[in-house]
């Protein structure tokens, strides 16, 4: 089946500094990349999606200098949380939906653990 | 607007019994719809789908849900629950002009003690 990574599974950073996050399809193309954040025991809110070539569509409220998204390839999405803050701190989780003609599913990636002290 | 509604924040189950998680959703025109589960710190595996045909559908480790449109639910069952069942799952559903933006319930946590 359709693999997704995300890279890094979890990372400690200080506050200010600023962290990316990869997000990867590792064995078909993905048109479009969805970024997801959830907090502990609460549902996935999408922050924004993002069609490789062309600029993130972000969600309301969803702050786009703050959380910049790329998607330079087919295969690659990054995520990049500038300037975190603790309550940045959170369960990143990225979900791409394939370029097959007729695929309705989204594959999730196994989600990235921002902790920001 | 587009919305999709777990009643139960948290359903307990014996082992060997049968389970439901409710899902009800509002959404204009025929919908996609989706189960999803997640354990601890982990991505979302997906479980099965809803796209048009059959109202009852089948999916992964013994999973099935059915469509009712009249009421507008997709519950997901399963007709043994075992331990390892315990986890987080999540209802989905996504308009068919979304773009493949999916928009998820709140999520009910499943127990099931031995």
């Known amino acids: 089946g359709a693999v997704v990574s995300q890279h890094p599974s979890w990372v400690i950073c200080k506050s200010g500094t600023s962290v990316k996050i990869e997000c990867r399809s590792l064995?078909?193309?993905?048109?479009?990349m969805f970024w997801y954040r959830q907090f502990p025991k609460q549902s996935l809110m999408l922050m924004a999606t993002?069609?490789?070539?062309?600029?993130?569509?972000?969600e309301q409220g969803v702050e786009k200098d703050k959380f910049l998204i790329n998607h330079a390839s087919l295969t690659l999405s990054t995520l990049t949380v500038t300037s975190a803050h603790p309550e940045d701190s959170s369960f990143y989780i990225c979900?791409?939906?394939?370029?097959?003609?007729?695929?309705?599913?989204?594959?999730f990636g196994p989600g990235t653990r921002l902790t920001v002290l | 607007a587009q919305s999709v509604a777990q009643p139960e924040d948290q359903v307990n189950v014996a082992e060997g019994n049968p389970l439901t998680v409710k899902c009800t959703y509002s959404v204009s025109g025929n919908p996609y719809l989706f189960w999803y589960v997640q354990y601890p710190n982990r991505g979302l595996q997906f479980l099965l789908k809803?796209?048009?045909?059959?109202?009852l559908v089948k999916g992964s480790y013994g999973f099935e849900a059915e469509f009712n449109k009249s009421q507008t639910s997709f519950h997901l069952k399963k007709p043994s629950a075992l331990v390892s069942d315990s986890a987080l799952y999540f209802c989905?559903?996504?308009?068919?002009?979304?773009?493949?933006?999916?928009?998820f319930g709140q999520g009910t946590e499943l127990s099931v003690k031995p």
């Open positions: 993002s069609n490789e070539g062309s600029k993130a569509t972000y």
């Open positions: 809803y796209i048009t045909g059959d109202n």
């Open positions: 064995d078909f193309q993905a048109t479009t």
């Open positions: 979900s791409a939906r394939a370029r097959l003609a007729g695929n309705n599913e989204q594959f």
């Open positions: 989905a559903v996504r308009g068919r002009n979304q773009g493949g933006k999916l928009i």
